[in-house]
């Protein structure tokens, strides 16, 4: 059972950079996919990047295209996303979630909720952007 362990949030000015970890355990990381979400106020979660367990793949939502990078460690244990050219619009708490792809596609790359669901959820991290 895989167990996500989230730091990393904070307060920057727009511009500036955060990079979120999460550090797994209890399993073997490279048998997940992992999503990074995100909860603007008011808005519903939404993914925001991910990275396949091998690290074939990777996609990003938008609004974070060009300005956010995921990558993994697997032999760490490690997921990160680094965050850059922060805008207020970033402010959100950020969330780490991984899923075994099973009967999927082993490449499985996914910025919803599912299916298949993602459940295994690193605790919230705030990130707040404002000058």
């Known amino acids: 059972q895989l167990q996500l362990v989230g730091s990393g949030g904070g307060l920057v000015q727009p511009g500036g950079s955060l990079r979120l970890s999460c550090a797994a355990s209890?399993?073997?990381?490279?048998?997940?996919?992992i999503g990074w979400f995100r909860e603007r106020p008011g808005m519903e979660r939404r993914g925001v990047s991910c990275?396949?367990?091998?690290?074939?793949?990777?996609n990003y939502d938008d609004s974070v295209k060009g300005r956010f990078t995921v990558s993994r460690d697997n032999a760490k244990n490690m997921v990160y996303l680094q965050m850059n050219n922060l805008k207020p619009e970033d402010t959100a708490v950020y969330f780490c979630?991984?899923?075994?792809?099973?009967?999927?596609?082993?490449?499985?790359?996914?910025?919803?909720?599912?299916?298949?669901?993602?459940?295994?959820w690193g605790q919230g991290m705030q990130v707040t952007v404002t000058s």
């Open positions: 979630a991984g899923v075994i792809p099973r009967s999927a596609d082993p490449s499985l790359c996914l910025m919803t909720l599912g299916p298949p669901p993602y459940d295994h």
């Open positions: 209890g399993d073997t990381l490279d048998s997940y996919a």
């Open positions: 990275i396949s367990a091998l690290a074939d793949r990777t």
